[in-house]
């Protein structure tokens, strides 16, 4: 009998192999895999995105029109945005959700696997209509990456195109937030309670409620674009007697909980690397847990600050200023934890470690600037001009896009089972934090002479700036380059040294427990955890 049941009990192992072939990927239902198809898509779309900029910054390079007419160049401007927040950003925080969540929180996978399957699948007939819409009568949406009406009501097809589009992508985000929140709160190993998890499962805790509450709001302000353009409404249709603002006001409630989206799972895989090199545990994990809590939900009362301009009453000027100073608060509060915890620590400055100081570094760069925006006079003088765009960039670029380095740098021994060469990284670390400020910090300067975004042309004393900005853009386009070629590819085929299981010797979490590679199948019996909720017993 006990023959039998082991027989069995093999043979339901061998049924848990991991399948081959392309029905491995397409039928994916696995959190792994499906965390390296979101994370290889979206770099995917980093690229189509960054070749879009390029354009834009060749265009730039000097006065005139040189390759591009004004037409074209506003469907790149609006494309790049598009492309980088809903093809690029957000994809990839989901990839890292889905791969390291259940290997965090001890779950033997996420929750609805075949609902992730189909929340990541819906992301590619989006991308590619966005992208071709390039190839429509009229070309591509140039109404902005806010698609702010009236002009979206003067667009060719592909502003439909686009719009369905942004429907898909919403969907697939809002299916994606359901079964994170239902894989945190439901299938903790026992013994897990909310304040033992770690960071970056809180972060997407908040994250992806916010991605629920926020994405039917874009959802209803581009079908009521879709119904001025074809069903005779005038919701944003001054004719009609509709009003554009209101476009501006539904956008900014979902746009402005949108950025702490793309930016509050970047502080939770910070806040795992920065103790793990300080060799310290994180100061004041509760103080970070409520300043996420409070940045989400004061995130919802400060839309209008993109709206000074519109002919707002100083009453509401005044409240969304001061709402605007106010979340600073729970930001600095993170920003003075991460430093005290590497106060005094034992650090060293791997890889992964470079690149979250220097995202400590230029994120607090960029929320100075956008606290200055914040103060409705200085910011009735900068709008729509390049410091502007020099903000932004410094808390999504060296927000979110270099935490997220720091998180491939940090967990790819335990993805590949390799370890990445040291020199390469930070050779990729040096490249780009260099050519990023090459590329942006002027644009402050141009923002402050008045340099207004959006223009295909500009006067001559522009110049200077204009040309170090483009040579700084190529140069930080090839070192993501570089990544790909030299840091990603070798270690997704195996080439280098054997990763340990834990690579780093003050790393500490339930993802450290599994061997590296991660196994195809990891915890299909709940971990037993000691009293810190962070390693196995046994």
């Known amino acids: 009998m006990s023959a039998v049941l082991d027989h069995h009990e093999a043979h339901d192992h061998d049924h848990h ?11 994916a239902t696995n959190h792994k895999d499906i965390g390296t198809l979101y994370l290889l898509f979206s770099f995917a779309m980093l690229m189509v995105g960054g070749v879009l900029a390029l354009g834009i910054r060749a265009e730039l390079f000097q006065p005139g029109l040189q390759l591009v007419n004004p037409e074209l160049f506003n469907q790149l401007t609006t494309m790049h945005g598009i492309i980088m927040v809903f093809g690029a950003i957000m994809p990839a925080f989901v990839g890292f959700a889905n791969w390291m969540l259940p290997l965090q929180i001890g779950a033997s996978d996420m929750a609805f696997a ?74 903790r190993a026992p013994g897990m309670t909310l304040m033992k998890m770690p960071m970056f499962a809180w972060t997407w805790l908040i994250t992806a409620y916010l991605l629920i ?58 806040s795992h690397v920065v103790p793990t090199f300080a060799r310290k545990k994180l100061f004041g994990y509760a103080s970070m847990v409520y300043a996420t809590g409070s940045i989400a939900i004061m ?20 409240f969304f200023m001061y709402a605007t100073m106010l979340i600073a608060v729970p930001t600095g509060v993170k920003i003075f934890n991460w430093i005290a915890t590497m106060w005094k620590g034992e650090m060293t400055f791997e890889t992964p470690m470079l690149w979250s100081v220097g995202f400590i570094f230029v994120f607090t760069l960029g929320g100075f600037t956008g606290l200055i925006l914040s103060m409705a006079p200085i910011d009735i003088n900068f709008q729509d001009t390049y410091y502007v765009v020099a903000h932004f960039h410094y808390v999504l670029v060296a927000g979110s896009l270099f935490a997220m380095f720091a998180g491939v740098y940090y967990w790819l021994p335990k993805w590949t089972g390799v370890m990445y060469s040291e020199f390469r990284g930070k050779l990729h670390f040096w490249w780009s934090m260099i050519s ?47 990544f790909f070629l030299f840091v990603v590819l070798p270690a997704m085929r195996g080439k280098g040294e054997k990763a340990p299981q834990k690579p780093w010797d003050g790393a500490v979490g339930l993802e450290w427990e599994v061997p590296s590679p991660a196994p195809h199948h990891t915890f299909e019996n709940p971990p037993k955890l000691d009293a810190t909720a962070t390693r196995v017993i046994g």
């Open 299 to 318: 995130s919802f009362v400060v839309w209008a600050h993109h709206m000074f301009t519109t002919g707002m009453p100083v009453t509401g000027q005044l």
């Open 114 to 187: 075949r609902m992730n399957n189909f929340s990541f699948w819906l992301m590619i007939p989006a991308a590619l209509i966005i992208v071709l819409s390039f190839f429509m009568p009229g070309g591509a949406p140039a109404a902005g990456w806010t698609l702010y009406a009236p002009l979206t009501l003067q667009m060719g097809p592909s502003m439909d195109a686009a719009i369905f589009a942004m429907h898909i992508l919403g969907a697939s985000s809002i299916m994606g937030s359901i079964n994170i929140i239902v894989t945190i709160l439901n299938m």
């Open 213 to 270: 509450a926020v994405m039917p709001v874009l959802a209803g302000a581009i079908t009521m674009t879709l119904t001025d353009r074809h069903f005779g409404t005038s919701f944003f249709n001054p004719a009609g007697g509709g009003d554009p603002i209101m476009y501006q006001h539904i956008f900014w409630f979902f746009g402005h909980p949108e950025v702490y989206i793309m930016i509050l799972p970047a502080f939770g895989i910070v």
């Open 436 to 482: 990023f400020n090459i590329t942006f910090f002027p644009m402050h300067f141009l923002g402050l002479a008045g340099m207004p975004r959006r223009y295909a042309d500009y006067p001559m004393q522009f110049t200077d700036f204009n040309m170090i900005a483009s040579v700084g853009a190529f140069a930080f386009g090839f070192a993501q380059v570089y």
């Open 17 to 27: 192999h991991a399948p081959t072939g392309w029905r491995r990927w397409v039928y």
